[in-house]
């Protein structure tokens, strides 16, 4: 039986949301409206600021079960490049530097996220981890999405049963191993493992750690002013994004012709 390291994505292994990266990239091929892209865009504020809520995440997969559905898979997959461009830069050193220690132990290390299974496989594979385990959607015949989520969807208890089910096919011990999370929605994660460890915990996540002695790591300088100031340059961002779609945009001939 292998040790091996988990680590979740959002505000964990990247700073904010990779969901807010998918939602800038859809915008920019049309999939995604300018009111959406606002909306997500405030909620990815109050992400950075207090970390996630089932409510708040049952309603963001929500949007986006309805979002992809009937979009070719092809489409999603497309997406990729402009996913990576905006996540990598986000990754935390701290946590990468984690990451690499567990490598040189002979751990094996993977990334445990909500986030869609392609983006979280490529960007395992980008950053020289060992895989990633993502939530899978599903496609019809046709090689569209459904909408449907292929069980379990990633999060709270789904991943623990996502987990427990690759370390029995990588023959991992779980009770050896080591797991990273911020938020207090990934305890069931946490606790699936003999060494967990919080990383920029929030409010609960914190007062668990601390009766519990676990390990806590803290090195998010991202205040509440800068966050709020974030949202702003964003919100003036996409106005000029969608003026410049605009100016871009080709003839109706020229468009019926590439199409």
């Known amino acids: 039986m292998r040790r091996a390291a988990f680590f979740d994505l959002d505000r964990t292994l990247m700073a904010g949301s990779s969901g807010m990266h998918f939602a800038r990239a859809a915008y920019r091929t049309g999939m995604v409206s300018r009111a959406l892209l606002l909306r997500w865009g405030l909620e990815h504020v109050r992400f950075r600021l207090r970390g996630s809520t089932d409510q708040r995440t049952a309603e963001v997969l929500s949007q986006v079960k309805e979002l992809l559905s009937g979009v070719p898979e092809r489409d999603i997959e497309r997406l990729a490049p402009d996913l990576l461009a905006g996540v990598l830069p986000r990754i935390y050193p701290p946590m990468l530097e984690e990451v690499r220690v567990h490598q040189d132990a002979g751990r094996a290390t993977f990334i445990v996220s909500a986030a869609g299974n392609g983006l979280v496989e490529i960007l395992a594979r980008v950053l020289g981890m060992d895989g990633g385990i993502g939530t899978r959607y599903e496609v019809d015949a046709e090689g569209l999405l459904t909408g449907a989520i292929v069980e379990p969807f990633v999060y709270g208890q789904g991943k623990v049963e996502a987990m427990r089910a690759f370390a029995a096919q990588h023959e991992i011990d779980l009770g050896e191993s080591w797991a990273y999370s911020d938020s207090a929605s990934d305890l069931p994660m946490l606790r699936a493992v003999g060494r967990p460890v919080a990383v920029n915990p929030d409010a609960e996540l914190a007062r668990i750690a601390a009766g519990e002695g676990w390990q806590v790591m803290r090195f998010e300088k991202l205040g509440r002013r800068l966050a709020i100031a974030g949202a702003t340059?964003?919100?003036?961002?996409?106005?000029?994004?969608?003026?410049?779609?605009?100016?871009?945009?080709?003839?109706?001939?020229?468009?019926?012709?590439h199409r």
Do not use: E, Y
Not at 235 to 240: D, L, P
Not at 241 to 252: D, E, L, N, Q, W
């Open 233 to 257: 340059v964003f919100a003036a961002a996409v106005g000029g994004m969608g003026t410049m779609v605009a100016r871009r945009r080709p003839s109706g001939r020229r468009v019926a012709l």
